[in-house]
T-cell receptor, first 114, second 109 residues
Framework: DTAVSQTPKYLVTQMGNDKSIKCEQNLGHDTMYWYKQDSKKFLKIMFSYNNKELIINETVPNRFSPKSPDKAHLNLHINSLELGDSAVYFC?????????????FGPGTRLTVL | GQNIDQPTEMTATEGAIVQINCTYQTSGFNGLFWYQQHAGEAPTFLSYNVLDGLEEKGRFSSFLSRSKGYSYLLLKELQMKDSASYLCAGGDNTDKLIFGTGTRLQVFP
């Protein structure tokens, strides 16, 4: 009965590799997000999708490509991984119109690039 | 520009009261949120203010002054399990949440 789930929870990989993180929500929300939390614990929005359409795309390298096959899923694919990509990536979802989009976060994926 | 400021760290004693302040500057205003994040876990929603004043929810209360761009989170009867980071976030006019760096609260016995 998990609300927002992400896989994998931990990901360790070499520089230059390509990897994907998956996110699913069973809350029936229309909007999903990807955040990056760096070592200083600063949580920064990367992307937002509403009903499978991209609505927020912050200044993120184009090595990062989100994909939303349906409104319950938002996956993040990262090409040519770099050391600076090491961080915790959180997926979140919200329902527009309900208390200004209170966001519910997944458990996070800790990515370590060696 | 968009900016959220809050103290980096605070300490308090079990049973005490602590107030965590936050000042914000966002493009448009769509509410002020507080989230709690325990180490190694996801942020969880605590409170939301869009009108001026105090919102109380059990041991936690949140206050907003829109004219001053200021909010605080008040935690009463502190417990050891309240040791966590508390993230202040402002909603802007593009449905985006701008997060502060978080305030790491340590509660001592």
């Amino acid at each position: 009965d998990t609300a927002v789930s992400q896989t994998p929870k931990y990901l360790v990989t070499q520089m230059g590799n390509d990897k994907s993180i998956k996110c699913e929500q069973n809350l029936g929300h229309d909007t999903m997000y990807w955040y990056k939390q760096d070592s200083k614990k600063f949580l920064k929005i990367m992307f937002s999708y509403n009903n499978k359409e991209l609505i927020i795309n912050e200044t993120v390298p184009n090595r990062f490509s989100p994909k939303s096959p349906d409104k319950a899923h938002l996956n993040l694919h990262i090409n040519s991984l770099e050391l600076g990509d090491s961080a915790v990536y959180f997926c979140a979802s919200s329902q527009p119109g309900t208390r200004a989009d209170t966001q519910y976060f997944g458990p996070g994926t800790r990515l370590t690039v060696l | 520009g968009q900016n959220i400021d809050q103290p980096t760290e605070m300490t308090a004693t079990e049973g005490a009261i602590v107030q965590i302040n936050c000042t914000y500057q966002t493009s448009g205003f769509n509410g002020l949120f507080w989230y709690q994040q325990h180490a190694g876990e996801a942020p969880t929603f605590l409170s939301y203010n869009v009108l001026d004043g105090l919102e109380e929810k059990g041991r936690f209360s949140s206050f907003l002054s829109r004219s001053k761009g200021y909010s605080y989170l008040l935690l009463k009867e502190l417990q050891m399990k309240d040791s966590a980071s508390y993230l202040c976030a402002g909603g802007d006019n593009t449905d985006k949440l701008i997060f502060g760096t978080g305030t790491r609260l340590q509660v001592f016995p």
